[in-house]
């Protein structure tokens, strides 16, 4: 409800919902299908494990996840226990950056049985928008925020720090968000700030030409595929510390990481983007763009055809 995405699949691709199946009528699918690879989100659903403990040493069995190491006592059990339902079930593991990597390794899978750049933007689609930062006469003054209304993705903050920045030290920039969720009719409003409701993929191309800056504000974000997508697209960025893509896509270069669930952090990489110039925020925006294609949808289809033939599939 949060995310009403209206998905178009390729004819070749054939989509089953979970609930239309118990674990054993699942195990009996797979059984019929024969698949050579399969890929699983996460542990949690014991019906997946089943399936994945089954197939293990006939065909890959690939663990997707997102996790982060944070060293948690969680973690730590985990990690003790992993060998009973984790690395006997699955032969390798695909992760989106560096700190997901590290807990697979901590889990038990072995370094070569880790790839990385599991999360990736559809790069071809996004680097079309950034002539749209570089060619403006003036750089569009607007901020961006992507993400459902939700505690979590701290919605809440930044339009704190918008407003409070707005009263501190008045400006010309603005505040666009797109999204829905249940915090949605709680939010205060301001002449400066537009909320746009949810915006379909199809339909982004409105909000990547007007607005310059982006800005994810997540109290938790193991990783942030969106932070990519606007890197590729050119766009400054300003990220919490909780977001999991800011390593591998945010630098000195092209934004600004502020300290997660802090205000005054948060207000203080925005009025850095305020006071800069129309050339300093085109520079931050080609820097993005290059950032942004240090990983590309052609390095992720490279990947999982290397996942395979690893195993010995292809």
Known sequence: NNAPFNFEYPENVFIHTRTSFSNQSLLRFVETL?????????????????????????????????????????????????HKWITSVFTSVWVPGPSQKLYAIKLGFKPEAVFEGLLSADTDFFRQYTLFRLEAGIFPQRFLFIGRYKKEKGIDLLIRAFIELQKEQPNNWELWCAGTGPLVNKIVPHPKIRHLGFVQPQHMHNLLEKTGVFILPSRFEPWGVVVQEMAVAGFPLIVSSEVGAAINFVDN??????????????KLAMKNIIGMNNQQLKQMAGNSAQIGLSHTTQKWVETIFKIIKGQGVV
């Open 34 to 82: 024969q698949p050579s690879v399969i890929t699983s989100s996460g542990w949690r659903d014991l019906g997946y494990l089943k399936v994945c403990r089954l197939m293990h040493g006939k065909i890959p069995t690939v663990l997707l996840m997102d996790n982060q190491w944070r060293n948690s006592l969680k973690q730590r059990v985990f990690c003790l226990f992993s």
């Open 253 to 266: 270069n092209n934004g600004y990481v502020f300290v997660n669930k802090n205000v005054e952090s948060l």
